[in-house]
């Protein structure tokens, strides 16, 4: 049984934000943390995607709540405002480029099942306030389950003009990856060809020239017996790049179930876009953007 917790908190401008003390797990937590409002406005503050624990989005009534974790609650007055942005930042802004930094938990763009709560639709929304003709175009994507750096367009030329010549105009492109197991060398590569099953599972074929080339580059930052935290550098980026070589180096990403983890202590997906360097579509000056690497991958890892 989870222990009581006490906890610190402060508060910002349109934020709650708790420290948690001791074990607890979340929806008691944060009931007792807003003891002025009832059970069921509490748990729609949590199925809204209101609630971020550390870097990312947490909709689990019982997700287990460590102490020294970060819990911050996004105020309902502001969530249902048009320019609220839940579970992602704008880390720079332009007329022809938006930056954020999106958590874990935030889809890029629209699904089946879920239209609005997405890094698209909202900055669409946000754009539109100025002038309701803005857009916003993608230029390139994050798994819902990956935090991190990501860049859109403000108009279809700029999108093209970015994709088209994007292994010229992306000069780095850095992500950390907390995965299991002792990782054996300091560093090295990963090559192979990537196919797509009819389940959407990416796989390394065994034959050469059989599907995308892929290449991985990584670098061991921190590791012990049970997990280990590495830097990823690509040389090629296609789709669950990543996710597939760590399987195939035999240390799968934490909390990848699909390929191969065993593990998901930390509650997401243990992958994390640190860096995005690129040259400015239209000024051409060299922009690099950085998201810090999140605490709980640093702490697994040590």
């Given amino acids: 049984m989870p222990k009581k917790h006490r906890t610190t908190n402060k508060k910002i401008a349109n934020s709650l934000i708790y420290t948690v003390e001791e074990q607890s797990e979340l929806l008691p937590f944060l009931l007792k943390s807003m003891s002025n409002r009832s059970r069921n406005s509490v748990?729609?503050?949590?199925?809204?995607?209101?609630?971020?624990?550390?870097?990312?989005?947490?909709?689990?009534?019982?997700?287990?709540?460590?102490?020294?974790?970060?819990?911050?609650?996004?105020?309902?007055?502001?969530?249902?405002?048009?320019?609220?942005?839940?579970?992602?930042?704008?880390?720079?802004?332009?007329?022809?480029?938006?930056?954020?930094?999106?958590?874990?938990?935030?889809?890029?763009?629209?699904?089946?099942?879920?239209?609005?709560?997405?890094?698209?639709?909202?900055?669409?929304?946000?754009?539109?306030?100025?002038?309701?003709?803005?857009?916003?175009?993608?230029?390139?994507?994050?798994?819902?389950?990956?935090?991190?750096?990501?860049?859109?367009?403000?108009?279809?030329?700029?999108?093209?003009?970015?994709?088209?010549?994007?292994?010229?105009?992306?000069?780095?492109?850095?992500?950390?990856?907390?995965?299991?197991?002792?990782?054996?060398?300091?560093?090295g590569y990963i090559s192979s060809w990537l196919k797509e099953s009819t389940t959407h599972l990416v796989y390394s074929s065994p034959n050469k020239y059989d599907g995308q080339h892929a290449i991985t580059h990584y670098k061991l930052l921190q590791s012990n017996k049970d997990f280990s935290l590495v830097e990823v550098q690509l040389e090629t980026g296609r789709k669950n790049q990543i996710r597939v070589h760590m399987q195939d180096l035999g240390n799968p990403v934490v909390g990848d179930k699909k390929y191969g983890s065993k593990t998901n202590e930390i509650g997401r997906l243990g992958l994390h876009a640190k860096v995005l360097s690129f040259s400015h579509p239209t000024t051409g000056q060299l922009l690099r953007f950085v998201a810090d690497v999140p605490k709980s991958f640093l702490t697994k890892s040590k």
């Avoid at 539109?128 to 993608?138: A, D, G, K, S, Y």
């Fill in 43 to 187: 748990k729609s503050i949590l199925t809204r995607g209101q609630v971020t624990i550390d870097d990312h989005i947490e909709t689990q009534h019982n997700y287990v709540l460590e102490p020294g974790q970060t819990v911050t609650i996004l105020k309902n007055k502001e969530a249902v405002k048009e320019s609220a942005l839940i579970g992602m930042s704008i880390l720079y802004e332009d007329d022809d480029i938006i930056v954020i930094k999106k958590e874990a938990g935030l889809l890029s763009i629209a699904t089946e099942k879920e239209k609005h709560r997405t890094a698209l639709h909202q900055l669409m929304e946000h754009v539109r306030l100025e002038n309701p003709q803005n857009r916003v175009f993608v230029v390139h994507r994050l798994d819902k389950d990956t935090s991190g750096v990501m860049m859109f367009a403000k108009s279809e030329q700029v999108k093209r003009k970015l994709q088209d010549a994007w292994k010229e105009n992306v000069k780095e492109r850095t992500y950390v990856a907390l995965v299991e197991g002792e990782v054996k060398k300091q560093k």
